[in-house]
Nanobody
Framework: QVQLVESGGGLVQAGGSLRLSCVAS????????MGWYRQAPGKQRELVAG???????NYDDSVKGRFTISRDNAKNTVYLQMNSLKPEDTAVYYC??????????????WGQGTWVTVSS
């Protein structure tokens, strides 16, 4: 089992910055990748950025050059630094962890979500 707790969302003006944090607890050793997803009202949840246990990263085209995902293994925390925010970045942001244990196979875990609102 893995538990995820996000923080750092809020209201910001266009062009501003926010940093989201996601603290993982539980069977940390089972996690092989983590990421941030977002879901805007009336839209499907989409991947924003991901990072593997080897620190390989990937980004949605819409955030490349503006968002940076990173991890601090000592703190079991993944961050999403968001710069040059746009109104279209407004959404609930969810932290995700992908784990694997031989006994239970692959699992996806989700945080509770944190709102990011960008005003124009």
């Amino acid at each position: 089992q893995v538990q995820l707790v996000e923080s750092g969302g809020g209201l910001v003006q266009a062009g501003g910055s926010l940093r989201l944090s996601c603290v993982a607890s539980g069977i940390i050793s089972s996690i092989n990748a983590m990421g941030w997803y977002r879901q805007a009202p009336g839209k499907q949840r989409e991947l924003v950025a991901g990072i593997t246990s080897g620190s390989n990263t990937n980004y949605d085209d819409s955030v490349k050059g503006r968002f940076t995902i990173s991890r601090d293994n000592a703190k079991n925390t993944v961050y999403l630094q968001m710069n040059s925010l746009k109104p279209e970045d407004t959404a609930v942001y969810y932290c995700n962890a992908k784990s694997f244990l031989p006994a239970i196979g692959r699992r996806d875990y989700w945080g509770q979500g944190t709102w990011v609102t960008v005003s124009s």
